[in-house]
């Protein structure tokens, strides 16, 4: 599966962004979700959608912010960001995978990946 992430931009702390994920070719993921890397670090995950289901997951410093969605006939998933703060600041990456709900929230659990968007949050 290809996927074609959208979104990123420069924002103020406390304001909002919301990214897009297209995926095309063979679509036949469990899960489809949202990883970040912030310069220096190592990437992290953000939050996931399970395709079939519609069951979501957060990372602790997200939630009550973001929040994930998804448009099964666009074969699409969203990542509202609300109340930005400048530790958001990252590069996204929409990820697709077969994984399964122990691996949902780690890297290994996604084979596909998209090619990343940045997000900068100014204080």
């Known amino acids: 599966v290809q996927l074609q992430a959208s979104g990123g931009g420069l924002v103020q702390a406390g304001g909002s962004l919301r990214l897009s994920c297209a995926a095309s070719?063979?679509?036949?993921?469990?899960?489809m979700g949202w990883f970040r890397q912030a310069p220096g670090k190592e990437r992290e995950f953000v939050a996931t959608?399970?395709?079939?289901?519609?069951?979501?997951y957060y990372a602790d410093s997200v939630k009550g912010r973001f929040a994930i969605s998804k448009e099964n006939a666009k074969n699409s998933v969203y990542l509202q960001m609300n109340k930005l703060e400048p530790e958001d600041t990252a590069v996204y990456y929409c990820?697709?995978?077969?994984?399964?709900?122990?691996?949902?929230?780690?890297?290994?659990?996604?084979?596909?990946w998209g090619q990343g968007t940045l997000v900068t949050v100014s204080s």
């Open positions: 959608i399970r395709w079939n289901g519609g069951h979501t």
């Open positions: 070719g063979r679509t036949d993921s469990t899960y």
């Open positions: 990820a697709a995978g077969r994984a399964i709900l122990s691996t949902s929230t780690t890297a290994r659990g996604y084979n596909s």
